[in-house]
């Protein structure tokens, strides 16, 4: 009992010192449906998510689009306080950030031209990859392709999806890898498929500064009321 009315003590002042902040929220906003651009407005299940939990817990967010290799960099330099885009949890992230508990998992795909005969078989030999710089699909096919030279062709890294998803229909590349929910929302819009599934069983995370302990105390309180509340699955029917 004691100890709930000391962890209630803790929110109110963590709320309190909250109250009215504003924090600045870096995103990649090339990742629909977590997060894109749409008539000029930042738009996706990331983008609802930071804002249901600023409003739930008292502070205000900007979101600023940066290209996802430099968001950690922009976290540990102080330009950003948050970074939500759809970030997998990783080690050696963690090493130099924190992220909140998990608010999503996923999984890594391949995905071809819609007109293409390839299958899995893409990954093999003499194909050219694509993929978004510093993600997760990156050190897979880093890892498991070409460093074990299963892959002999060209490995290019895209600054964003969007240029990668373009090279790939123009031909330039045979096969792009990356996070599984994002290739289906691509595949709606674009003449290209998903052929194969990666199980990587990553786990998305809301990133702050390591320094940064109530912020992060915050998040994961509003997390926890958003999925109390059925906010968190309101917001999963409305963008899945
Ligand atoms: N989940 C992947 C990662 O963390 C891809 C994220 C993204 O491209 N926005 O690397």
Request: hydrophobic residues 45%; aromatic residues 12%.
């Given at each position: 009992m004691k100890k709930t009315l000391l962890v209630m003590l803790a929110l109110v002042i963590l709320v309190g010192f909250a109250f009215g902040a504003k924090y600045v929220v870096g995103t990649?906003?090339?990742?629909p449906p977590f997060e894109s651009v749409e008539n000029g407005v930042f738009v996706g299940f990331d983008i609802d998510l930071i804002k249901a939990i600023a409003e739930e817990m008292g502070f205000e967010v900007e979101i600023r689009d940066m290209s996802f290799d430099s968001l950690i960099a922009a976290l540990v330099s102080g330009n950003l306080d948050i970074v939500i885009s759809g970030m997998t949890i990783t080690d050696e992230r963690e090493e130099v950030v924190s992220f909140s508990k998990p608010y999503w998992t996923a999984d890594q795909s391949v995905v071809v031209r819609e007109?293409?005969?390839?299958?899995?078989?893409?990954?093999?030999?003499?194909h050219n990859i694509g993929v978004q710089t510093g993600t997760t699909g990156d050190i897979w096919v880093e890892e498991n392709l070409v460093e074990t030279k299963i892959l002999t062709g060209d490995f290019k890294r895209y600054d964003t999806y969007v240029l990668a998803m373009t090279d790939l229909v123009n031909r330039n590349v045979d096969a792009i890898v990356l996070d599984a929910p994002v290739a289906e929302s691509f595949a709606e819009v674009r003449p290209v498929k998903i052929v194969a599934i990666i199980k990587t069983y990553e786990d998305y995370g809301i990133a702050v500064n390591k320094a940064n302990k109530e912020l992060l105390e915050l998040i994961n309180e509003g997390i926890s009321r958003l999925e109390e509340s059925g906010k968190l699955n309101e917001l999963n029917l409305k963008h899945f």
């Open positions: 990649s906003a090339d990742f007109d293409s005969e390839m299958s899995v078989t893409v990954l093999f030999g003499k």
